[in-house]
């Protein structure tokens, strides 16, 4: 089963910053739908730092979980990339994860080990078959050469422990449906911490809580950051979220980065109109109640058959006709970090209007 | 009391489950008038969904009752019977969740839309087209695919599809449960304010289902929130938010992440879960999780009582 060999590994080696653990570079990932062909992801940047959380954020269908999954190498088959994902390994190697096998011994080795994934639904993440700690320590057992069953068995106790689930010894032997949400999402952060990854990706990993169990699990993020170090892509459509656990945000629209900057530049100085729209189209707590909701017309449109355009140029009430419609638009630079994909930043351009 | 839309009494709802006894819902008490929405929210299991159908009659409720202010009279919705249950259901209507869900994949968006017509009226085909041409007018669907099918469309424009289809019986109070909770953020907002214009011209009464408090504060007149099955206080959106005070309307407020980095909340994270309901604590129902919880709190039940125009089930309020 694990016999297979990987063809391309080492082939080449890469350079990457010293302080980044990951570099994303003009990502491209097209699907094939029946008949079509899907650009879900289009020339997409961004790097992550060690212990640096980031979010990327955006609505359904704008390619942040389709970006998450190709860096774990899990899209199906039906996926096409091209690009660089550059990771730096424990050993301090740099690899393009998209050279790799899915299914080979460098990536099967990476993954869960060193990048490890949390999910939307606890529910559906585990099976339903195995007990808690069957499913945890078979991460170990896989990963650790070392480990025995005993051993595994306690470090399993010892990460339940760890993400605050009371009387781990008699929910060990547990299966999932005796846990609650809440308690199956600590679980599955407890299996993702079993091996002590570098990379976190947590797609939208508390959208199906409650709020006072989604502070909980925010929380416990929090302070597992902090002990491990590790780096989380926090991929998510609550800016509330956002505001609160990231270092820096990717905003994404129709699988292009539109914006990227410190949570700071991008809550309190937006500067693409779609950011804009949607930080004003969000019912705030501090809002007058009386004013109605910012809205941004139309929906998101399907990334078939894309021409060099702004991809949200239908949609928005500044697009310069003749332009945004018909050119790619190349990032502009807001301020120091912060990068905006916007016509409008040009100096010289006009508004309309 | 005049301009009252409906008052619920004491409703409770039992759910008997092998041999136990689930209090899914314990004596709701509220009166709702014309043209108001009410925000009802809480965590899973807190019942708000069983209220919510109790209300419609989508599952009838163990007691109480549920009294509709009609132009004929006041009459009890939960004992109504044949043919008047058919006249007085057109009134009240609900919308879904799960905009996927609940339309059928294998009717056009035009029989969707016209079969409450078909059931409860005896209008002509003519005039069901032209119904159904006004009503998605208003609630923004192009007039030219209502031959297709849901699966052709998006979650937004599903979700005017339900609308349309609760509206075009021109019910006076609709149950939204959960309505914006599947959509984009922007897509939310543009429905938040559909239902808000359509209030206006219709004179509707919303019952407001939702756990996205941020929504509810935005949407609803007076919000109700509930645990466990109870009522734990109910009052004026502005001053429940702005001052709660019973400590689980604290803590669910101080638990929604702000859209903004440098707003610090004192949150108050609550430890455990939400009670099994079929073994609930003594006493008050929250106090496990309760940091003023007394010895008062441990063994007794804590009425619903008012405070300043607001309805709080608390002993630690004087």
Redesign the interface.
Known sequence: MFKKKDKKDQAQSYEISPEHILEVRNLNVRISVDDYLLHAVRGVNFSLKKGETLGLVG??GCGKSVTSKEILGINPDNCKSEGQILYRTKSGKVLNLLELEHDGATYRAIRGSEISMIFQEPMTAFSPLYTIGNQLSEIILLHDKNATKASARERVLEMLRKVGIANPEKRIDQYPHEF????LQRALIAMMLCCDPDLLIADEPTTAL???????I??LMRSLQKEFGMSILFIT????????MCDNVAVMYLGEIVEFGS??QI??NPCHPYTK???R?????D?N?DE?????DG??PLPVDMHPCCGFHDRCGECLVGICDTQQIPEYEAEPGHMVRCKLMEQGVKHHG | MDNVLLEIKDLSKVYESKGVNVKALSNINLTVKKGETIGIVGESGCGKTTLGRCVVRGIDATSGEVLFHTDEGVIDFLKIKGAQMRRYRKDIQMIFQDPYASLDPRMTVFDIISEPLRYNTKMSNREIEQAVDRITDQVGLNKAYLRRYPHAFSGGQRQRIGIARSLILQPKLIVCDEAVSALDVSIQAQIINLLEDLQREYDLTYLFISHALSVVRHISNRVLVMYLGRMVELGETEDLFRNPLHPYTKALLSAVPQPDPDVTIDRIVLEGEVPNPANPPSGCPFHPRCAYATDQCRKEMPPLKEYDGRLVACWNIK
Not at chain 1, 237 to 244: E, K
Not at chain 1, 281 to 285: D, I, K, V, W, Y
């Open positions: 609505e359904s609650s949400g809440g308690m409650d709020v006072t169990i989604q502070a909980q925010l929380e459509h609550d800016l509330g979220i956002v505001a609160n949570v700071r809550f309190h729209g949607l930080l189209s969000l019912p705030r707590m809002q109640r109605r909701l910012y809205i941004i929906v998101v």
